[in-house]
């Protein structure tokens, strides 16, 4: 166990996470929704008395995402408020147990050399006022990573938390296919800024569900859990997203390979079992348009036709040509930033901001076009181009640093092998997304938050 004893400091770090609570929620009331306040609340509670019951609900209400302007074109968003009432309640909660002597540091550790580079980055480059919420943003990820791995410690709060994930990811796929059918949209997003985050999550999502499944005992092999990575996959289709279909279908052969042997029976079986349920959950969704689409709606094989034509005749034109360009871009642009990069105030996410999902051209400063200034956007959808962009090659080596830390901690578990098989799948699946697009850190929070549900070893098992 680690040598850090945060009880040491007294009082200190309780009243200052007392303090940051109710600033919390002051914002939450004088900004927010009323809704966001509750939703805090029920946070808070149910942390202090049961914190497994407030990561499920944490886990239930960030993807239902509102964004407000604060002091000086700060913009917080409600999951991150959500977020900041869970990890501030965990703290109290721990100080009030005093029960520090359980807790897995390693994210922290591992995440510690990316920190810091953020630090001077913003620094560099950033107004005084402007560098803590940059930090913290772009923190969530290891945050909620260790939250995660030290919340979920007991087998039974881990079978809540997977069924938990099983439910919330056929309800995402539902409020998908249901927003395509009810409307002329051509591409799903549901509470996503855009059908490439929404891609991205589903990304996230596939490889762990896929894991659970394939994981499970011969004796009992919970054949209806293989409709979650199947309506996963569909989601994926639907949303249209080329880097989120290459990076499941990357992905979901790594765990399959992984975690069950293609070659013995049960492994046919369930592969098998895949290749009906995909077959017969695009016949619902086909249903599903008929019934539910109206006179303004496209009928489901218009729908089809162009999502096929969109994945033949456009992906080597978009994912060659036009990020190519935005990727030498952005590569222009750290050239002159090499090592802290120039900061995340003057560049922009570029899930964000797509321009895919608006039908729109993108605003994206080329430097190549000899337009670019010091306050210039920088949208370069590749995620190791924009990390240097930002945070420059010291920032992108300790991200690659942190997520390699973890790789090899999942390799080397024995048990539960599935969910280490799963998480493996989801770092595999985000490498390749990267190259394509960004999900950092747009999707901090859902990154650290799986990432974490994978790491998971209940206590009766780690022994």
Partial sequence: MSSLKPYRLGLLVPACAVVALAAVLTVSLASFPLWLALSEIAILLLTCHRRESAFILLLAVISLDVAQPTIRNIVVTSSELQFAVFALAWIISRYWRNDWGSVDWRPLKWSAPFVMVLLFSCANSLEFEKVLPHVVRRSELFVAFFLTLNTVVTSQARRWVLNSVGFLSIAHVGLATLQLGLTDLSRTFTFFTNPNQLGGYFGLLLPLTLAIWL??????????????????????????????????????????????????????????????????????????????????????????????????????????????????????????????????????????????????????????????????????????????????????????????????????????????????????????HSFFDVTFPSLALEIGLLLGISSTVPRSESS
């Fill in 215 to 432: 994981s499970a005992s011969p004796e009992r092999p919970n054949y209806h859990w293989g409709l979650v990575p199947a309506a996963l996959f569909v989601g994926v289709v639907f949303t249209q997203s080329r880097a989120a279909l290459l990076s499941v279908t990357t992905a979901g052969i790594f765990v399959f390979f992984k975690t069950a042997n293609p070659l013995s029976l049960v492994g046919l079986k369930r592969l098998v079992a895949l290749a009906v349920l995909l077959p017969v959950l695009l016949i619902f969704v086909g249903a599903v348009f008929h019934f539910s689409s109206s006179q303004s709606s496209e009928p489901f094989l218009t729908r089809f036709y162009s999502i096929e034509g969109r994945f033949r005749t456009v992906f080597i034109k978009d994912a060659y040509r036009a990020r190519l360009t935005r990727i030498k871009a952005g590569l222009e642009v750290w050239r002159g930033h090499p090592f802290l990069g120039r900061g995340p105030a003057r560049v922009e996410d570029a899930s964000a901001n797509d321009d895919e999902s608006a039908g729109e051209q993108p605003n994206v400063t080329d430097p190549l076009a000899g337009n670019a200034t010091p306050e210039s956007r920088v949208n370069t959808h590749n995620l190791y181009v924009q990390l240097g962009v930002e945070h420059g090659l010291l920032g992108l080596l300790s991200f690659l640093f942190f997520l390699g830390s973890v790789w090899v901690s999942l390799w080397r578990m024995r048990r539960p092998s599935g969910l280490a098989a799963g998480g493996l799948g989801l770092i595999l699946g985000l490498l390749v």
